[in-house]
């Protein structure tokens, strides 16, 4: 199984700032098989980045993802305020697994 | 524009075997390159991975969870569903169905449409 360790677990930042999130691969993975997800309290994740830097319809372009072999980031260049959520890193090279998570908050 | 929407009991009793339905409108479940997926996040916790199929019977289950976990698919009634059997406390989680797109666009594999999620209890 591939385990997805992403850091922060939490990012505290204010908006307009940038945001960096790391997902780190305990082995190698395909760019074909990562993504990104957005989850907000009480709703379904919705797909921000699939194949590890292409942006999902209708996904802002001050999202970006990027990154290769064992290390994939999810960038956020200005923050806004609805942007605050949590954000989930999947593979699907080796059976499917997620990250835990990082959760994005207001500074 | 796709759409799924889970359904099933909302308590289940331990050992007792969890069952929903996820049903499908505005696509079609026997569509070539999509699956069609459940995963599962305990109140304040993570994401898990069920399974996904694909209408022709093809599973990929959680290899955790592969001796209790049956999807199957109803592509006439474009439903798909999930059997959990032998539940404890640790299956109480919000479950939702997705599809999952593969190969989809650039070769890549992603969960692209998601259900609103469904919160499943076991207790007695």
């Known amino acids: 199984e591939v385990v997805l360790t992403q850091s ?100 | 524009q796709l759409q799924l929407q889970e359904s099933g009991p909302g308590l289940v009793k331990p050992s007792e075997t969890l069952s929903l339905t996820c049903t499908v409108s505005g696509g079609f479940i026997t569509s070539d390159n999509y699956y069609w997926g459940w995963i599962r996040q305990p109140p304040g916790k993570g994401l898990e991975y069920i399974g996904i199929i694909y209408y022709s019977g093809s599973t990929f289950y959680n290899p955790s969870l592969k001796s209790r976990v049956t999807i199957s698919v109803d592509a006439s009634k474009t439903q798909f569903s999930l059997k959990l059997t032998s539940v404890t406390a640790a299956d109480t989680a919000v479950y939702y169905c997705a599809r999952f797109v593969g190969p989809g666009m650039n070769g890549a594999y992603y969960f692209d449409n998601w259900g609103q999620g469904t919160l499943v209890s076991v207790s007695s």
Do not use: M
């Open chain 1, 8 to 107: 922060p677990g939490t990012l505290s930042l204010s908006p307009g700032e940038r945001a960096t999130l790391s997902c780190r691969a305990s082995r190698s993975v395909s760019t074909n098989f990562l993504a990104w997800y957005q989850q907000k309290p009480g709703q379904a994740p919705r797909l921000l980045i699939y194949g590890a830097s292409s942006r999902a319809t209708g996904i802002p372009d001050r999202f970006s993802g990027g990154g290769s072999g064992t290390d994939f980031t999810l960038t956020i260049t200005r923050v806004v305020p609805e942007d605050f959520a949590v954000y989930y890193c999947q593979q699907y090279g080796s059976s499917c697994t997620f990250g835990q998570g990082t959760r994005l908050e207001i500074k």
